[in-house]
């Protein structure tokens, strides 16, 4: 038996392509699958419009899975009748102020130096575009093949898509740890007792750290990063924005997003904040994203505030994923995605789940395997 612990997106992902391939494997979730990190996400699959200096060595593995999306989408479709909302507007990044413009301006030639697939937009454009955007709205980057789903229903679709393919769901046990024999992996601890299995894969997200019994060369690196997010409900038939739109932030939210989906909810976010595991919701986080979304879009004002909610990112040292082997045979981390476990979802599925039946490490994931950490102290010592 193939033990997966932590039923968010990709470890619904990784099972359901292990039990399509007759394997017989078993999620385990401490809550309810889908609920934690990949419930409060926004559904953004943007590497171009999100391309950051010093993340480079991330983009291609972005890029790839990025690609894989509408195929993935539409495969749940078919096995499930969940209409994932895969939406292909494309995605905006706004400037403001003339700070605002000339800091993006930047920004478009740093993606141009990396070859991305994007255009200029003066104001003018960006509002014939979207005409709800606010007049100050300067300049922006669109960039087309940068797209969106709802989350909430991949997690639906994949939760079903995974049972109906033979894989076993177990939700509300936790667990405890991992036993270890011989130096390889032997058993998962629940609070019931262990249950044998030569076969590990961690994927409990900001959680992954804290699992008892990993030895400390297999743990992964791994810390919660709070998010804080609103979601505001316009009418369906006659949406503000139909684009994911990005614009400036401060220093709690350091960039403002705008995710609209088709049943109408625009999802507002995010707060990055160094807070532990502590989940609470703060007036000053609502009111940084509520005031910086009212700036790049003012027809918000009179919109009712349907939801608001808190999330964990798990970040790595480097904010890119842990995949791949560890030192202790049996135990596979698919962790530390940060803000990019819906986008790369079907990469990781695919490449976790090759790695488990073939024992091959893919050229995609090499970059990202937790080995580099241990490197990376060596070459600087």
């Known amino acids: 038996m193939i033990a997966i612990i932590g039923g968010g997106i990709c470890g619904l992902g990784i099972g359901w392509r292990l039990a399509q ?8 979730d401490r809550g309810v699958a889908g609920m934690e990190a990949t419930w409060a996400a926004a559904g953004m699959l943007a590497p ?21 999306w ?12 969940i209409d994932v909302d895969y939406r292909e507007e494309g995605t905006m990044v706004v400037g403001l102020d003339r700070d605002d413009v000339e800091h993006l301006e930047h920004r478009f030639s740093y993606f141009q130096s990396l070859g991305l697939d994007v255009q200029w937009l003066s104001g003018y454009e960006a509002r014939k575009r979207e005409p709800h955007l606010a007049r100050a709205v ?4 669109y960039s087309a093949l940068d797209h969106q789903v709802d989350n909430r229903k991949v997690a639906e679709a994949l939760r079903s ?27 998962i601890e629940t609070a019931d007792g262990s249950i044998e299995t030569d076969t590990v894969v961690l994927a409990a997200g900001a959680w992954s750290r804290k699992l008892g019994g990993l030895p400390e060369t297999s743990r992964p690196p791994v810390r919660p990063l709070k998010g804080q997010m609103v979601a505001v409900q316009m009418e369906p038939q006659y949406p503000l924005i139909e684009s994911v739109i990005w614009g400036p932030g401060n220093g709690v939210v350091p960039s403002i997003y705008l995710a609209p989906k088709s049943n109408g909810r625009l ?10 595991f502590d989940i609470d919701l703060t007036a000053g986080g609502v009111m940084e994203l509520l005031k910086l979304a009212w700036d790049m879009l003012p027809g918000i004002y009179d919109l009712p505030l349907v939801e608001s909610w808190a999330g964990l990112r798990p970040a790595s040292r480097d904010d890119a994923p842990i995949l791949g082997p560890t030192p202790t045979p049996g135990l596979i981390l698919a962790t530390g995605h940060h803000r990019n476990g819906i986008l790369l979802a079907p990469l990781t599925a695919k490449a976790i789940s090759d790695f488990v039946r073939q024992g091959e490490v893919g050229s995609s994931i090499k970059p990202f395997l937790l080995d580099r950490f241990e490197k990376a102290v060596t070459a600087n010592v």
């Open 21 to 28: 391939a007759g394997e017989d494997v078993t999620v385990y």
């Open 48 to 68: 171009q419009a999100e391309a950051e200096h010093g993340e480079e060595a991330l983009l291609p593995l972005a890029l790839e899975s990025r690609a894989m």
């Open 70 to 81: 509408k195929e993935f989408a539409a495969e749940l479709l078919a096995v499930t009748g």
């Open 138 to 141: 300067g300049g922006a980057v």
């Open 161 to 187: 898509a995974f049972v109906d393919a033979g894989g076993t769901l177990k939700e509300n046990v936790e667990i405890i740890g991992v036993a270890t024999a011989a130096g390889r992996v032997s058993a």
């Open 267 to 276: 999802i507002i976010g995010a707060t990055v904040e160094e807070m532990g």
